[in-house]
Each structure stands twice: as structure tokens, then as C-alpha cells.
């Protein structure tokens, strides 16, 4: 059972990323082992040829359902594989005991517990699991306002007049926090302009930072705690990278969570240990889309099709299918980059236009092409 449950770090075909999975192993080792079972009852008590078919298709049973955690499942499976009512009450009660064996030593089943040991958590439901798939980096803003810990006072006066912020961030000659300094403390300074203040006297030093790497669940309580709308982000050096708003975390839980239509656009690079995942703040009344191409768009490239100008949207990139690969492949937009049937366009532009772009064909109100590339050449 141990090596069943190590099986992420061996090379058993569940933890292969090949296309068998557990299923079929797990029928041959149940095939297997109700055969051996059969065998040695049937030489100490004969029961018949079929006896042993029996165990074996008992054994197939009972091992699927219990890794799978699924005995209603395996139990009609068979049934309808064999047609056979006798087999129907031993196959239950084996069933039944394997997987009330499997659950007390494993707890869940196999896939749920190779997920596990990937950091998947499927205790948690939908909202939780993008809450904390989601991690501060993503999220995090890297531009703001900072002055050194030596600075004047009219320096940290002027950076709040300069710019619209409520917080300054102190940082060291390395860059390395220190503390922050709040908008309403500085009011309170100038409220009194004959008295001698510092930079040192104003800043706060009990503000918790934040991991690049912290989930955005295990952030909400901290802006509760310190009553505050950003916090700071530190790398493990202590040095300020960037800061965390509340904003920021509402927009993210709006578009991954709620679906709904928002300011902020998410964006994907990488795959594994090297993915990365960026909000971008979109204009107002405008969103990213993928367009597919269709038989209008096939066959050109994209300084015939002159999208700009027929709808009023940018181009952003191009998924060009890799038949090799078996997968779709995210190019830059070139402009003599020739589309076909099965690539898909990725377009930035107001909602109007982008949800006409994307429109079923029949649908779709299309300007000529021929008309675009006259219009191209005499911009030309």
C-alpha cells in the first residue's frame, strides 16, 4: 500500500504523465491477484473452471473501486461486462471491503492524493482554490513612491504632492524596507510647521510584508489587521519590490472568481516551475479576446486583413497550430504572418467591436477585403 502511495516518485505508469493513467494497471493488478487467489482456493477446494474467472474479474473489481474510491461505479461496470447475477453479491461485499480498507489506510483516493503532493488542495471549493493558486507576485505592483531613510523631511512632503498616493514607502541605501510613512501622519506634521520633525518620527514599522509567493487568501487578514488598502512586497532579502493593494486583490477575485467583465486583464506565460501569471489594467470599455479564424480570415495574413481598420481592434499575438507538437502555439503578430483554418487571434479593443469580431461567421457583418487592402495602399 506504501508503494501504491509513493507512487509520484516512482515510475509507475499513474505518475508517468503517459497516457495510461491507473486504471488499466490497477485492472491487471486486481486480474492478477484474484487469479493467484483463485488458483490457491481452487487447489484447496476445487470449485469448478469457472471458479478462478470468477476471483479474477471479483479481484479487477475490487482493486479499481477502492484506488478510485468509486464501488457503485465498478460494481455496475461489471455487471453489465458480465450479465452474470452470481457474481453480483461476492463482488459487492469485496468491493465494499476494499475500498472501507483502502479509505482507512490512504484517506482518498489515488488521483486525489497524487494531486496533493502536487499542491493541489481539493478540500477547498471553487473560490477558495483560485484564491490561493493565486500568489502576491501575480498580482503586485511594481511602481511606488519610496524615499531613502535619511531623507528630508520636505522631500517625503513633496513626493505626496507630486504624486496621488496615501503611502510612502522608507527604504535603506539597499533598497531594503524599513518602515512606511501614511498620508494622515504627514497632515499632522503640517499642521504644526514651526515644530521639527523627521522622516524617522513618522513612518510605521509594525506593517507586516508580504511574499512574492504568499497565496492572495492568506493576505485578507493582514489588510484587516493593519487597517491598511496596500501592503509592501519584500523579496527574501528584505529589499521592497513591489506593493499589494486591495484593488488589486478585488480585481483578481472579480475576474477569476465572479467571470465578470473587468478592468483587469489576466495573462499567462510559461508552463511548470516557470509560469508566470500578470494582471494588466485594461482602458475603460475595452477587453482581451481570442477570435478563431474562419474561413473569411484563412489563407491571409494579417496586413491584408487589416483588422485595425475593419474593426477597430489591435492585435496582440497569434496562436499558430503545431501539428507536431499537438498544440497551439502563441507567436507575435507579424504582419506577413499567414493564418489558417484552426489558428486563433488574440485582439485588444472596445467591447463593441471585439464582440463583433468574434461572432459566428453567418453573424458577422464583414467588409470586403479587397476594399481594406485599397484602403492600406492608399495609407501607404
Not at 481452487?42 to 478462478?52: F, Q, R, S, W, Y
Not at 524617522?200 to 506593517?207: M, Y
Request: net charge negative; with cysteine; aromatic share 4%.
Amino acid at each position: 500500500m506504501s508503494d501504491v502511495l509513493d507512487a509520484p516518485r516512482s515510475g509507475l505508469s499513474a505518475s508517468g504523465r503517459t497516457g495510461v493513467g491507473s486504471f488499466a494497471p490497477a485492472l491487471f493488478v486486481g486480474a492478477t491477484a484474484g487469479t493467484m487467489f483463485g488458483t490457491i482456493v481452487n487447489d484447496i477446494v476445487p470449485l469448478g473452471e469457472g471458479a478462478v474467472g470468477t476471483y479474477c474479474i471479483v479481484g479487477m473489481g475490487a482493486m479499481v473501486a477502492a484506488i478510485n474510491q468509486a464501488p457503485l461505479t465498478m460494481t455496475l461496470m461489471l455487471f453489465e461486462m458480465t450479465w452474470n447475477y452470481r457474481v453480483i453479491l461476492p463482488l459487492m461485499l469485496t468491493i465494499a471491503i476494499a475500498s472501507v480498507v483502502y479509505r482507512a489506510v490512504a484517506g482518498s483516493s489515488l488521483s486525489i492524493h497524487q494531486l496533493a503532493t502536487r499542491g493541489v488542495d481539493l478540500s477547498r471549493n471553487r473560490e477558495e482554490l483560485v484564491m490561493y493558486e493565486l500568489r502576491v507576485g501575480d498580482v503586485q505592483r511594481t511602481h511606488f513612491p519610496s524615499v531613502r531613510e535619511d531623507a528630508p523631511l520636505d522631500e517625503l512632503v513633496k513626493l505626496f504632492l507630486r504624486q496621488r498616493t496615501d503611502s510612502v514607502y522608507i527604504v535603506t541605501a539597499e533598497g531594503l524596507l524599513h518602515g512606511v510613512v501614511d498620508l494622515h501622519d504627514v497632515n499632522r506634521v503640517l499642521a504644526t510647521p514651526d515644530e521639527e520633525h523627521t522622516v524617522a518620527e513618522l513612518e510605521r514599522l509594525d506593517i507586516t510584508p508580504l511574499g512574492a509567493d504568499l497565496a492572495l487568501a492568506d493576505t485578507l487578514h493582514l489588510f484587516f489587521r493593519h487597517d491598511r488598502e496596500e501592503l509592501p512586497v519584500t523579496n527574501d532579502a528584505g529589499k521592497l519590490v513591489g506593493v499589494l493593494t486591495e484593488r488589486d486583490v478585488v480585481g483578481a477575485y472579480n475576474r477569476e472568481v465572479l467571470r465578470k467583465d473587468s478592468v483587469l486583464a489576466r495573462v499567462e506565460s510559461g508552463t511548470g516551475k516557470e509560469r508566470q501569471v500578470d494582471f494588466l489594467e485594461l482602458p475603460p470599455g475595452q477587453r482581451l479576446a481570442v477570435a478563431e479564424v474562419d474561413d473569411t480570415f484563412a489563407n491571409h495574413t494579417l496586413r491584408n486583413l487589416g483588422l485595425p481598420m475593419r474593426y477597430g481592434v489591435t492585435v496582440i499575438a497569434v496562436d499558430v497550430w503545431d501539428a507536431a507538437a499537438g498544440r497551439h502555439v502563441r507567436l507575435a503578430p507579424d504582419a506577413d504572418l499567414q493564418l489558417h483554418l484552426g489558428d486563433r487571434i488574440v485582439v485588444l479593443g472596445p467591447n463593441a467591436q471585439v464582440d463583433q469580431l468574434t461572432r459566428p461567421l453567418a453573424e458577422r457583418q464583414e467588409v470586403s477585403l479587397e476594399t481594406t487592402a485599397d484602403h492600406a495602399s492608399e495609407a501607404e
